[in-house]
């Protein structure tokens, strides 16, 4: 997959170029907009937008592009841009960075005939590359990784958010399972984490976008991590429709127990209100 590999190149000097835009304007964000109750849009979001916009439609002007603040962007011209579409988030954190908080990411994720084919997480803060390709391993900052092997969900430390009416309750039971759960404010970057071993698993039970989870659920999974939705079916198709997506990403040997924990705290149920 020779191109895929010029694809990857392409992929992490933008979001390098993105990160620098991100680092440079850290703790001087100069206007904030509200998306929603919970969500804001900084001048700095919409800079480094436009920045990967551009550089894709100068490199790939025949390929589709999906990003968070602007929507879908149609392939202009010719079968190659249909089969090819770019998902970006240009600042996955965003409460965080506005706060001051260094821990947010850009994402940029490659999908290729339907299927996730790229996927790069960079964090500025850390200078922190996470990467792979559908056929490759993952890496962080060019070594290969993978998913951790502790033998006891006890010893686990997992990135856990059930959203939803009685979400505090059902995570409080799942804690109990594990030695402790983190929700850090960027579902990208601690999907991510999972590659490498940082965070044990990842679970939230709805509330994510494609643009969160296509560069970083293809990272987790080429780690030799499962991911799957909450019903352990495939999490790509579900995000790739454009729903509300549900990932649950950790070790193969332990993922099935993981997931019966979260149907015994009621995490599905959840998930459908």
């Known amino acids: 997959m020779i191109g895929v590999r010029e694809d990857l190149d392409f992929a992490v000097n933008l979001a390098r170029q993105a990160g620098a835009l991100l ?18 849009v900084t001048d700095v979001d919409l800079r480094s937008e436009a920045l990967v916009l551009d550089a894709i439609r100068q490199e790939y002007p025949t390929d589709a592009i999906l990003a968070e603040e602007s929507g879908k962007h149609e392939s202009k011209a010719g079968a190659r841009g ?32 339907g299927r996730p084919a790229v996927g790069v997480i960079f964090d500025p803060a850390r ?16 070594e290969a990784v993978e998913a951790s092997d502790k033998d006891q969900l006890g010893d686990w430390v997992i990135s856990l958010a059930i959203v939803g009416r009685g979400g505090l309750t059902a995570e409080r039971r799942v804690s109990r399972a594990v030695r402790i759960p983190r929700r850090m404010g960027s579902a990208a970057l ?39 939705d909450l019903q352990g079916g495939e999490w790509w198709e579900m995000a790739s429709r454009g729903r509300t997506v549900s990932i649950v990403a950790a070790p193969q040997r332990h993922h099935g127990e993981l997931l019966e924990i979260l149907t015994a705290a009621g995490a599905r149920e959840r998930e459908r209100t």
Do not use: H, M
């Open 190 to 228: 601690s999907l991510a984490y999972v590659a490498s071993g940082r965070f044990d698993a990842f679970v939230q039970n709805g509330g994510l976008s494609p643009w969160d989870v296509a560069a970083a659920g293809l990272i987790a999974e080429r780690s030799g991590a499962r991911v799957t």
């Open 23 to 40: 680092r440079d304007s850290y703790e001087k964000v100069e206007r904030i907009d509200y998306k929603s109750k919970r969500d804001v």
């Open 127 to 142: 200078d922190d590359l996470f990467t792979a390709t559908a056929d490759g391993p993952a890496c962080l900052n060019e």
């Open 82 to 113: 249909a089969q090819r579409l770019w998902i970006i988030d240009p600042l996955d954190g965003t409460v965080n960075y506005a706060n001051g908080i260094p821990y947010y990411c850009v994402s940029i994720g490659l999908v290729v005939d």
